[in-house]
């Protein structure tokens, strides 16, 4: 089952997004990412549970220059393609 991210901190304006956008690929999940207007990064992740696991777990720190101070994880639902990059919401 996909997972919802909602991660604050330092995220935004430190590359976080397409470091995700590359970890995913790496990893192999799906789904999508984006910038809220309060300042938080929103990702939603699929794939199989260790891939999940060690997403959530890279979301923790992400990339160099970010300083993430906490990551909620709920559950989500759909069904993804590809990893994306979504529009600010």
Not at 5 to 15: A, E, M, P, T
Not at 44 to 67: F, H, K, L, Q, S
Not at 69 to 83: D, I, K
Request: no cysteine; glycine share 16%; net charge neutral.
């Amino acid at each position: 089952m996909p997972k919802h991210l909602i991660v604050s901190g330092r995220v935004q304006g430190v590359g976080f997004r397409y470091s995700m956008l590359a970890e995913a690929e790496r990893l192999g999940v799906t789904g999508w990412v984006r910038n809220r207007r309060d300042g938080t990064v929103e990702a939603v992740v699929d794939g199989g549970a260790a891939a999940v696991a060690a997403m959530i777990e890279w979301a923790n720190t992400g990339p160099p220059g970010a300083r993430v101070t906490g990551v909620v994880v709920g559950e989500a639902e759909g069904q993804f393609a590809g990893f994306e990059p979504k529009p600010t919401a």
